[in-house]
């Protein structure tokens, strides 16, 4: 059966780990940069023992009681074992120890510095020391000969060396390695190795092989390799027995060969791909421990039985196959049994076999193929026969006399057969919280946003959470007690969000700290449902969402209501949340070839909840991993992968993916990475913080937060083909216009003046055209716009007209109602004048609201029950008409004086029918962009003139008042004329003449905006002085007519009210009407 690989466990820090067994192989002894030394009782011990030996421990040997560890502080330190208590210091380099070993019988300790020595030290006297001199840069690995006669080397400067012990000289020197100059620069460590008890072979792993040369001879006897090795070997060590040699590579596999019939026993693979840089066989030869580069422990079971052979099952296995490729590929067993065969088996020796009779196939009478194993069942001296022949063909090719030490399995070397296994999954990203570091640091970030920043230390002084915000106005900074173990945390403007796992006696927890609640209460608590954790959760305006291992995502009000619970597609990978959205990542199925399986959804959780993503794949940058999920400041998604590209949601582009900065870019290093915790779209920035030598920081000293600028993977970006501004100047007109279809209106009319400016005519005359094209696209959208919104907004009146009355208490809504639909319409400038005359006095005869005045409403202007004085003696239509009561003069004077072609009334007109008996009239259009408005203004105002001759007409006396009255009215209400319309009143002529199809008004008019928008800046803002100039002087006018209309009104009024008193007594009593103008007007005259 193949070898069993057990889940790596986390042993030490990041940085180089080493391992052995103890003599009886009940204990697996660790070290690493932490400066720990960890006693483990197997793979599943939950509380190793721990005995710290420095800063750093770079390596560690354990023989007969002894362990000696080379630490950082450049000594060789001894401890007792398993005690843990220092019994003293072996020697002292100048430099740290790289690697320290003991020789057979433990009598002896090598170890070799970066100071380029090499000392061989006794145990039990460490005065009697012997150094050699010769390497010329520090050294990497040593390995004692097993008859304690040589002493093997390997040094950065590329060499291997065997040493005579006894006389300190080099026996013999290989250039077999990369030269560097430290040894964390060096492509493989090269951890060499003697064959135990013979001592006749040293294995020194040389790129992708292992090289074995023969002991004093010091040829290369033969080369260990396989197909599957990618990467450079880093480290050999051979089994007690001395049959098996197992290699790692920086790559994280595993390989262990038969060293005399050099095939392949095992291949594994490290299940996250780190380097390979501790491997320990067991003294039964039956398990293997390794560690990596990153301080995790691994243990490989039932690798060979304890008397040092293959399990009986892959040597059967392996016969068997070896049989029955003796015979042609006839065989009809079943397919699965091809695919049940151990792809790490030895390929089989037939062709080494010559078959001199193709007739040797046996078949039974009935014709059917016999399965080929069962002669094995039969007669199984047919194989030993066969091996024996194979066996003497070896022996005579065998000249070596030291046969007895070594163990014979007939060896024959042939080439490997390659199977392919299909793609290989990609084991699933665990769920993580963006902006925190892993889980197993005791000082880590539990989120690092734009809000502030949560640490979590966990160490044996204090279990605490601290909370710090960037800006001290939201909250004060806040120190926690982490008694439940929280593991995720979220931060916003609003709440603090933590959760934890479940534990065998409490239930997982969602918390929250609501700091900016109103209340006394500040935090609620939520426990999950048995065997259900929360893996991920986030905060967003006024919500907490949490996602489960269930497969279910809990959304929470901020206050801790319940409000949604769905269920996911896959298990969570993270989330976020920024407003009223959330992002939600998961496992969509399982990737192959190192490539993730992500989907996403993002949700809008306002009012009207609605979903924008619904599940669609995640583009991650191939054999890369997800490392942060969040939004830019200004709402847009974003995420970043392993490999340090940016990616931003385009909505414009149908919500895809685009690229904006790849961080790995602005790396110093190959191990350098940028920690995102921030984005920003203007400016175009990412807020990052530089990570030398790891891919997240620590949280002591501060990190310091850098800028990134947002660089798009275009093409040529440094050539002047890739530069925008140069297309002109190189001849490359065509691709100006194209770039032109991509600007703005306004930068369009700049790049016209551009290229006038450059003599480029045809240029210019071709980009006039797109601006023509983008004004008139413009146009047809705020059409579109306007009848969407008009045909919306006579619905809502229409329903409002049949549920809303007109009471005391609406009529003072009716100004704010006015105002808003006037700037809706563009007529803020008109509502502005007309909320001044609300602002001044009311009728002080109005006492209730039967009482006030409501004059009819004129097309100039509009008025309430609250607007103040007017003219008593003003008749609205004909001096016969009988006086109006004030309840029925609201609906009798809308209907005798509506105007249907005056449109800048008609928002007012609207805002006063909601208060009247239901009413139902056609809208007319708003005019909102500056084509409609201008076009209104060229408008004849027919009815209007009309309306006005006819009450001349009918009141030939007060003709006069009455007209003045409303040529002010029409003045005051007028707006003043812009640059572009007096240009238009000029031009008209010849925008007719050079386009004579243009027949409808709104049509000229968009051909003059085109057409003013083409001058220039200077001649622009001289028609708008001039328009301002006019407007002027028109104001003035009207204001000194007013002033000598309203004197002589006056002296008229006078003048009717002596006349009025020298009547004769029998003259008929004035009405209520007349009683209550002549007071008002007596009021006046006070």
């Excluded at 392949?264 to 003294?283: D, M, S, T």
């Excluded at 030895?346 to 399965?371: C, N, V, W, Y």
């Excluded at 259900?532 to 291992?549: K, N, P, R, Y």
């Excluded at 279910?552 to 298990?571: A, M």
Aim: glycine share 6%.
């Amino acid at each position: 059966m193949p070898a069993t690989q057990k889940p790596m466990r986390y042993g030490h820090t990041e940085g180089h780990t080493d391992v052995c067994f103890d003599d009886s192989g009940s204990c697996i002894v660790t070290c690493g940069s932490d400066g720990d030394v960890r006693i483990w009782e197997d793979l599943d011990d939950d509380d190793p023992k721990s005995i710290n030996v420095g800063e750093k421990a770079y390596s560690c040997a354990l023989k007969n009681g002894k362990l000696v560890t080379a630490v950082s502080n450049n000594t060789i330190q001894v401890h007792t074992f398993p005690e843990g208590v220092p019994d003293g210091i072996l020697t002292r380099f100048t430099t740290n120890a790289n690697h320290v070993v003991f020789n057979k019988d433990g009598t002896k300790v090598a170890a070799g510095s970066n100071d380029f020595l090499v000392k061989v030290v006794d145990v039990m006297d460490c005065s009697q020391q012997k150094t050699f001199r010769g390497h010329d840069a520090p050294i990497l690995s040593l390995s004692f000969d097993p008859k304690d006669i040589f002493l093997a080397s390997a040094s950065c400067d590329g060499s291997v060396r065997v040493w005579q012990i006894s006389d300190q000289t080099c026996a013999i020197s290989w250039p077999l390695l990369q030269k560097c100059n430290d040894v964390i620069n060096a492509k493989s460590i090269c951890r060499l190795a003697w064959q135990p008890k013979s001592g006749k072979l040293l294995a020194i792993p040389v790129e992708k092989s292992v090289k074995l040369y023969r002991r004093e001879s010091w040829s290369n006897q033969f080369d260990l390799s396989d197909n599957f090795i990618s990467q450079t070997l880093n480290i050999v060590t051979w089994s007690p027995c001395g049959q098996y040699l197992a290699a790692g590579s920086v790559n994280g596999l595993i390989i262990v060969w038969n060293v005399e019939t050099k095939d392949c026993l095992e291949r594994v693979k490290h299940e996250k791909g780190y380097a390979i840089c501790g491997l320990a066989w067991h003294p039964t030869c039956s398990r293997i421990a390794y560690t990596d580069a990153e301080g995790n422990l691994g243990l490989l079971e039932n690798v060979c039985n304890p008397s040092g052979e293959i399990s009986s099952s892959k040597v059967s296995s392996r016969v068997e196959k070896d049989y029955n490729d003796l015979f042609d590929g006839d065989d009809t067993s079943n397919a699965g049994d091809f695919l049940n065969d151990n792809a790490v088996e030895t390929p089989s020796f037939s062709k080494g076999i010559i078959h001199d009779d193709e007739d040797d196939d046996i078949m039974l009478a009935s014709g059917r193929p016999r399965q080929r194993s069962h002669f094995l069942e039969d007669d199984e001296n047919s194989v030993d026969l066969t091996m024996l022949k194979t066996g003497s063909s070896h022996l005579k090719e065998e000249e070596e006399d030291d046969q007895a030490d070594s163990i014979h399995n007939l060896p024959v070397p042939t080439p490997q057969r390659q199977f392919y296994d299909g793609p290989l999954p990609t084991p699933r990203q665990k769920p993580f919280q963006s902006g925190s570091t892993p889980l197993h640091l005791t000082h880590r970030f539990m989120v690092w946003n734009s809000i502030g920043i949560i640490r979590c230390y966990n160490d044996e002084q204090d279990n605490a959470i601290d909370v710090e915000f960037h800006d001290t106005s939201i909250h004060h900074a806040t120190h926690l007690s982490n008694t439940l173990n929280y593991t995720v945390a979220d931060l916003s403007h609003e709440a603090i969000l933590l959760a934890c796992k479940s534990t065998d006696e409490l239930a997982s927890k969602l918390h929250c700290l609501h700091f900016s609640s109103w209340d006394s209460s500040k935090e609620w608590i939520v426990d999950m449902p048995q065997n259900e954790d929360v893996e991920a959760i986030c905060l967003g305006q006024g919500w907490a969402a949490a996602s489960t291992s269930a497969l279910l995502l809990r959304l929470f009000t901020i206050g801790g209501v319940q409000k949604e619970v769905f269920s996911l597609p896959g298990p969570v990978v993270s989330m976020a949340g920024h407003g009223e959205q959330l992002f939600i990542v998961y496992h969509r199925g399982i990737g192959f070839d190192g490539d993730q399986c992500l989907g996403v959804q993002l949700l809008e959780l306002g009012k009207k909840k609605k979903q924008i993503l619904h599940g669609d794949p995640l583009p991650l940058t191939r054999k890369s991993y997800l490392v942060w999920v969040g939004f830019s400041a200004e709402g847009t998604p974003c995420f970043v992968d392993s490999e340090g590209i940016v990616r931003m949601l385009n909505r414009g582009l149908g919500n895809l993916w685009t690229p904006v900065c790849n961080t790995r870019e602005h790396c110093k290093g190959k191990s350098d990475h940028y920690w995102v915790v921030g984005i920003h779209e203007n400016p175009q920035q990412l807020r990052c913080i530089p990570c030398k030598g790891s891919r997240f920081p620590p949280t002591l000293p501060r990190p310091a937060v850098a800028i990134l600028s947002f660089q798009l993977p275009y093409c040529q970006i440094g050539t002047e083909k890739g530069q925008m501004e140069l297309s002109c100047k190189l001849e490359r007109e065509f691709r100006c216009v194209e770039l032109a279809d991509l600007m703005t209106q306004n930068a369009v009319n700049l790049a016209i003046k551009y290229a006038s400016r450059s003599r480029r005519l045809i240029l210019a005359q071709r980009l006039s055209e797109v601006a023509i094209e983008k004004a008139a696209e413009l146009a047809a959208t705020q059409v579109e716009e306007e009848e969407e919104e008009e045909e919306e907004d006579f619905r809502k009146k229409l329903n409002a007209s049949y549920s809303n009355t007109a009471t005391e208490w609406n009529q003072p809504g009716l100004r704010n109602q006015v105002e808003e639909e006037a700037e809706d319409t563009g007529e803020a400038d008109d509502i502005e004048e007309k909320s001044e005359i609300h602002k001044h006095g009311q009728n002080p005869f109005s006492k209730s609201a039967n009482s006030c005045d409501v004059p009819a409403i004129k097309p100039g202007a509009v008025t309430s029950s609250n607007q103040g004085r007017v003219n008593p003696f003003k008749v609205s239509a004909s001096s016969k008409e009988p006086t109006i009561s004030v309840n029925s003069a609201r609906s009798t004077n809308i209907l005798d004086n509506m105007n249907k072609s005056y449109k800048k009334s008609t928002a007012f007109n609207r805002a006063t029918n909601n208060e009247k008996s239901p009413v139902i009239k056609p809208l007319v259009p708003k005019p909102k962009s500056k084509q409609a408005s201008a076009a209104s203004y060229f408008q004849k105002k027919t009815s209007e003139t009309d309306k006005t001759e006819e009450v001349k007409e009918e009141n030939p006396k007060n003709s006069s008042s009455e007209t003045s009255a409303m040529c002010d009215q029409d003045t005051e209400n007028q707006r003043p004329k812009t640059g572009f319309q007096m240009w238009l009143e000029e031009n008209r002529s010849n925008i007719l003449s050079d386009n004579p199809d243009l027949s409808d008004e709104a049509d000229i008019i968009k051909k003059g905006i085109l057409l003013f928008r083409v001058l220039s800046t200077e001649e622009r803002k001289a028609w708008a002085t001039k328009a301002k100039g006019e407007t002027a002087s028109d104001v003035a006018e009207t204001k000194k007519r007013k002033f000598v209309d309203e004197s002589q009104e006056t002296e008229n009024q006078k003048e009717k009210a002596t006349e009025n008193l020298n009547l004769p007594k029998k003259q008929k009593p004035l009405d209520l009407s007349t009683n209550q103008k002549l007071s008002a007007f007596a009021f006046k005259q006070e």
